[in-house]
T-cell receptor, first 108, second 118 residues
């Protein structure tokens, strides 16, 4: 499985934008870029996914580099409820391999 | 939409007993479900892929005779931990695949089941 690299942790202030980076230099042509987040003692929550074009939904935006070797999850206005572990995962035909993710701390 | 439930949310059992965990997709049909395990301070590890009507596919190192998976319908998969021991204590999480065509299927996760084996 293609591997992703994310910072171990990031911090943000409430109501400020947050940009969570992810490197995936070995991505293949059929790999989709998925983002999930997990709160303590809960199952992961789907955030967003994309293939080549930037994507927006009600939760976040996903910016994908032109060469697809990196991507950025954008939370436009962080809230305290956005504090979680964020996982960037490459998926081809359904299977997900979770890395360590980025622990996002949001300060009031 | 795309809600997945698990039951029970937590269970405590004695060493040597078996425990069954249910995973249901409540508002969609899932031909494929997945079972993960998560130890404290660690990431999720995929245990097996469960396909409706066929045998599960286990990841390397996961004992298929210890972790029995049944996917008898399009909305229900069960994981049975047989002869549980303290080292099996973990957070077990299932997910169900919501097909969206091609290779962009999205997994929706259950809330997890905390298993403690005494």
């Amino acid at each position: 499985d293609a591997k992703t690299t994310q910072p171990n942790s990031m911090e943000s202030n409430e109501e400020e934008p947050v940009h969570l980076p992810c490197n995936h230099s070995t991505i293949s042509g059929t790999d989709y870029i998925h983002w999930y987040r997990q709160l303590p003692s809960q199952g992961p929550e789907y955030v967003i996914h994309g293939l080549t074009s930037n994507v927006n939904n009600r939760m976040a935006s996903l910016a994908i580099a032109e060469d697809r070797k990196s991507s950025t999850l954008i939370l436009h206005r962080a809230t305290l409820r956005d504090a979680a572990v964020y996982y960037c995962i490459l998926s081809s035909y359904g299977k997900l391999t979770f890395g360590q993710g980025t622990i996002l701390t949001v300060h009031p | 939409g795309a809600v997945v439930s698990q039951h029970p949310s937590w269970v405590i059992c004695k060493s040597g007993t078996s425990v069954k965990i249910e995973c249901r997709s409540l508002d969609f049909q899932a031909t494929t479900m997945f079972w993960y395990r998560q130890f404290p301070k660690q990431s999720l590890m995929l245990m097996a892929t469960s396909n409706e009507g066929s045998k599960a596919t286990y990841e390397q190192g996961v004992e298929k005779d210890k972790f029995l998976i049944n996917h008898a319908s399009l909305t229900l998969s069960t994981l049975t931990v047989t002869s549980a021991h303290p080292e099996d204590s973990s957070f077990y999480i299932c997910s169900a695949n919501l097909p969206s065509g091609g290779s962009s299927d999205t997994q929706y996760f259950g809330p997890g089941t905390r298993l403690t084996v005494l």
